[in-house]
């Protein structure tokens, strides 16, 4: 061995080791956890979305095409869904209701589709309006492009801001050379629309030429969970990164996440993909995590049902089959902790109408989480 | 004439089973190393060795060789529930990735010889059209 060779074996070894290691806080397991569960409906593959009309009757998304409306614990499924392409991590993705769904029975739905007749699929937004078990009016509000055959990184959320828009992310659908810090082109984006689909006349590159109008932030791998703050109104996001490198991100219009620029993870061979975790002009995360979880769904807890978790971030974590709830501090990660540890990959978690967290687990179908008394 | 038409068969079947098997190994083999990337590695590792307790391996995996066409059947319409992999148990779901028939012959044909496998027999596509949902 040359001595150019060893201290290039030397560089690397010490620059994987430095990036591989491990972020704090450090995840804890409750030694005696004062919560039980209960299974709200069962035989869900992947439930990937959930939206509430009441506590008793909700929406649930099974990635591989199907929509479920499960009224007192029974589940049936709802017709008239576009046709989806399920490919890889692609396939029905999140449900979502109008904020004003108790007078239009109106929802959203994301979903790989493939509505141009070539190869492959790309993540779309449609709204819906439903009645009974019944999906009328389907409406395409948007569609990413190019469709491909990639199985990766299709996003995705859809949130509200309570001022009248939506948003949605794509991710950059395995094409992370070209897609995410490219404004001309979908995937990697957070996007926001009008709830009728048109573009807000404000969006950060309404007049930036050749850039996609819709587009709200940028430089993002995959989003996969996204929620308000339900105090400060602001716009968080969970994104998976490559192997460690998953982020919480507080999302800002027009801001550049970075990816694949910047990143705290590497490549699943174990290869760096850059030598930066921070740039100028790029963001940096509110919080990363190093082992990757796998973030799913997120959701902040402010209802009185758990009154120590009051306050609290939960994301599900799909890799180490547990739901997360992360302790904030002005904005500062400073506890990290296990519920409902190996419970199985958790896929998705919301509030209910009635405050009590509802978690989606593959395989397992929806949980309710008791506190006991 | 019997035997003519007989001799032509047999040369149009000839030319299918040729036509069949256009693809060499050695390709449908580098064809399944990208399906594999794109699709299986996140769950089942880059080296086969899967995650203990949540995704079997595949390297030498006794249940890869003995359940040939359960894991074909697996991969074409997804799985779920207990099965046994090397004497572990394992009780997760696969969800259906969505390949193409040659697809899955072909990253059946990349797993079947990597990681200390190895398989004297090239999956084909027919063969995974062949395979049904249920048994």
């Known amino acids: 061995m040359n001595s150019k060779t060893f201290f290039s074996l030397i560089f690397s070894v010490t620059f994987l080791s430095s990036c591989a290691q491990e972020n704090t806080p450090k995840i804890t397991t409750p030694a005696n956890p004062n919560y039980s569960y209960e299974t709200v409906v069962s035989g869900i593959d992947i439930p990937w979305g959930m939206a509430f009309i009441t506590a008793n009757d909700f929406l649930v998304t099974e990635k591989s095409g199907e929509l479920y409306r499960v009224s007192a614990g029974t589940k049936t499924a709802v017709t008239g869904l576009p046709d989806i392409y399920v490919r890889g991590q692609g396939g029905l993705l999140d449900v979502a209701l109008h904020p004003e769904f108790t007078t239009n029975n109106t929802l959203y739905i994301t979903a790989g589709t493939n509505i141009e007749g070539d190869s492959g699929g790309n993540t779309a937004l449609y709204s819906a309006v439903l009645n009974g078990s019944q999906l009328e009016a389907v409406k395409l509000l948007y569609k990413a492009t190019p469709n491909t055959k990639k199985g990766q990184h299709w996003g995705s959320r859809i949130v509200f801001d ?16 070209e897609n995410p810090q490219d404004l001309g082109r979908d995937g990697g984006k957070i996007y926001r629309l009008n709830l009728d689909g048109s573009i807000p006349e404000d969006n950060p590159f309404v007049n930036e030429e050749g850039a996609k109008k819709a587009i709200y932030s940028y430089g993002h791998r995959n989003p996969q969970g996204m929620t308000l703050h339900p105090e400060t109104g602001a716009l968080w996001e969970t994104e998976h990164g490559p192997r460690g490198g998953d982020e919480i991100n507080i999302i800002s219009p027009g801001k550049n996440y970075g990816w694949p620029k910047i990143t705290y993870g590497i490549n699943y061979s174990g290869t760096p993909i850059t030598d930066d975790t921070a740039l100028p002009g790029m963001e940096q995360p509110l919080y990363y995590w190093v082992p990757s979880i796998a973030p799913s769904g997120m959701t902040f807890l402010y209802s009185d049902i758990y009154p120590e978790w009051k306050g609290n971030l939960f994301v599900g974590s799909l890799s180490f089959e547990y739901l997360e709830r992360v302790v904030l501090k002005n904005n500062t990660v400073v506890q990290r902790e296990k519920v409902l540890a190996d419970i199985g990959r958790v896929r998705n978690v919301v509030v209910g109408p009635d405050g009590y967290l509802y978690v989606g687990v593959e395989g397992k179908g929806i949980l309710k989480i008791v506190p006991q008394s | 004439m019997k035997w003519i038409i007989s001799t032509l068969l047999l040369g149009i079947h000839a030319l299918g089973v040729y036509l069949y098997q256009e693809k060499p190994l050695e390709q449908s083999i580098a064809d399944g190393a990208e ?63 969505g390949l193409e028939a040659e697809e899955i012959a072909d990253v059946m044909n990349y797993v079947l010889n990597n990681w200390g496998n190895k398989s004297s027999k090239q999956i084909t596509p027919q063969e995974v059209v062949a395979i049904k949902k249920t048994k």
Request: hydrophobic content about 30%; aromatic content about 10%.
């Open chain 2, 35 to 97: 399906i594999y990337q794109d699709f299986c590695l996140q769950c089942h590792g880059s080296k086969g060795e899967g995650v203990a307790g949540a995704f079997p391996p595949l390297a030498q995996s006794d249940y890869l060789k003995n359940e040939l066409e359960a894991s074909i059947r697996g991969i074409k319409y997804g799985m779920k529930g207990p099965i046994k992999v090397n004497g572990v148990k394992y009780d997760g779901v696969m969800a259906n990735q």
């Open chain 1, 162 to 177: 309570g001022k009248g828009h939506l948003f949605f992310g794509v991710g950059d659908r395995g094409n992370r050379d």
